[in-house]
């Protein structure tokens, strides 16, 4: 399993951009990068998913270079609510959804 | 609600008693996790079930630890002699088996056992 790291924490103010960046240097051929939000006391919810390139969807962008060894979620104008953990994760196409969460970014947005 | 459901949401036990979890997933998926989560830390990966069968558990899963999935429908997670280190949130999610992408799971909102 490919173990990611990325930073700590991060504070923002609303309405800002946020991107949080991730480093996956064992990724895989069959690996894809996906990220995870998590609320205290919820289960983490799925953020967004990509393979190469650039992937966006309604709540965020994902961005993978080339040699896909790292990869950056950008959050679009962030607001209070979206205080809270990010996990990026590697998760293969094949293995199901074994992966390692690592202890994410805990993301705080100020007023 | 048509997402994973988990009960109880909270269970407090004394030590050395047995408790156990029940998790239904997602009706059409035929993949189901359980993953352990303490305070600050990122989930940790306990088991998975494909259909009822039980393809692989992790080492953090010892002997006092079994999981079921009758049917390849709902799941249960039991844990014997319960022990003050395994007061932590218990998560389950489902998947569907996907081609062409990575799996994406949906989780529970989790059962917080306290071991007293």
């Known amino acids: 399993l490919a173990k990611t790291t990325q930073p700590i924490s991060m504070d923002s103010y609303e309405g800002q951009e946020v991107n949080i960046t991730c480093s996956h240097n064992n990724i895989a051929t069959n690996d894809y990068i996906t990220w995870y939000q998590q609320f205290p006391s919820q289960g983490p919810r799925f953020i967004i998913q990509?393979?190469?390139t650039k992937v966006t969807n309604e709540v965020a962008s994902l961005f993978i270079p080339a040699d896909r060894k790292s990869s950056t979620l950008s959050l679009p104008r962030v607001s209070l609510s979206d205080t809270a953990v990010y996990y990026c994760?590697?998760?293969?196409?094949?293995?199901?959804?074994?992966?390692?969460f690592g202890a994410g970014t805990r993301l705080f947005v100020k007023a | 609600d048509t997402g994973v459901s988990q009960n109880p949401r909270h269970k407090i036990t004394k030590r050395g008693q047995n408790v156990t979890f029940r998790c239904d997933p997602i009706?059409?998926?035929?993949?189901l996790y359980w993953y352990r989560q303490t305070l600050g830390q990122g989930p940790e990966f306990l088991t998975y079930?494909?259909?009822?069968?039980?393809?692989?558990k992790s080492r953090l899963l010892s002997d006092r630890f079994s999981a079921e999935r009758p049917k390849g429908s709902f799941s249960t997670l039991e844990i014997q002699r319960t022990e003050q280190g395994d007061s932590a949130m218990y998560l389950c999610?489902?998947?569907?088996?996907?081609?062409?992408?990575?799996?994406?799971?949906?989780f529970g909102q989790g059962t917080r056992l306290t071991v007293v």
């Open positions: 009706s059409e998926h035929n993949r």
């Open positions: 079930f494909q259909n009822e069968a039980q393809l692989e």
């Open positions: 994760l590697v998760v293969s196409n094949t293995g199901g959804f074994k992966t390692i």
């Open positions: 990509g393979y190469k």
């Open positions: 999610a489902s998947s569907l088996r996907e081609r062409g992408r990575g799996t994406e799971a949906f």
